[in-house]
């Protein structure tokens, strides 16, 4: 698991990047914490990781890795809808599964869940397809951002409902390599300049 300093130049030189929510470190504990209880879980009937594109392509790597089972993975990538930081809820299949989820347990695995929106589409998405079994794991979940109990099985940090990148997560594609998860401050006129 990646957590060793390294320099980042044109990261420091972006007054938008504020504090660290989460730090490389607490990332790494949380998610082999995870993966161990995964583990137990799933102990008889080794689960297919499904990944969603593409913020949670660094989670589902560290992720698996502290799986001690041998899962299978697979990714799915969805587009949805709004504005740069905030999704409408409409959301549309980019890339479909590979495999097919009939009779399989499956484990979706998010970067965030905000207000829900994509999750709850995804999860009727995949329902209909006669899984054995289906549960997600949300790298964060913002508090009080969502007005239904989505019923997500693994969460790794609940944070404060602020805009924040990092370990996967961008604003306009960047970002997603940043080794913690970091606020990001989107002002109202950044904001407008991209819409
Ligand atoms: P929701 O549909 O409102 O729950 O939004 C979920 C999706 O929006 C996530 O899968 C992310 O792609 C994106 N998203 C929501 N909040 C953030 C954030 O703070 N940073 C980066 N992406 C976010
Ligand atoms: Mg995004």
């Known amino acids: 698991m990646y957590s060793e300093a390294r320099p980042q130049a044109e990261v420091s030189d972006d007054p938008r990047l504020g504090d660290v929510v989460v730090g490389s470190d607490r990332l790494a504990e949380r998610v082999r914490e995870l993966g161990a209880q995964i583990t137990a879980d799933y102990a008889d009937r080794p689960p297919l990781l499904v990944g969603v594109l593409k913020g949670a392509f660094v989670v589902m790597s560290d992720l698996a890795r502290a799986v001690q089972l041998p899962v299978e993975i697979d990714f799915m990538a969805v587009a949805s809808y709004g504005t740069a930081t905030k999704s409408s809820g409409v959301v549309r299949i980019v890339k479909d599964l590979d495999t097919d989820l009939s ?79 970091r606020v990001y401050e989107d002002s109202a006129s950044d904001r407008a300049k991209r819409a």
């Open 103 to 181: 009779n399989r347990d499956v484990l979706v695995v998010e970067d965030i869940v905000d207000s829900g929106l994509t999750l709850s589409y995804l999860r009727r998405n995949l329902l209909v397809r006669n899984t054995k079994s289906l549960e997600v794991c949300a790298l964060l979940v913002k508090k009080g951002q969502q007005r239904v109990d989505l019923g997500i099985r693994y969460v790794g940090f609940t944070i404060p409902p602020a805009f924040v990148v990092g370990y996967g997560l961008d604003i306009a594609e960047r970002y997603r390599n940043l080794a913690d998860i």
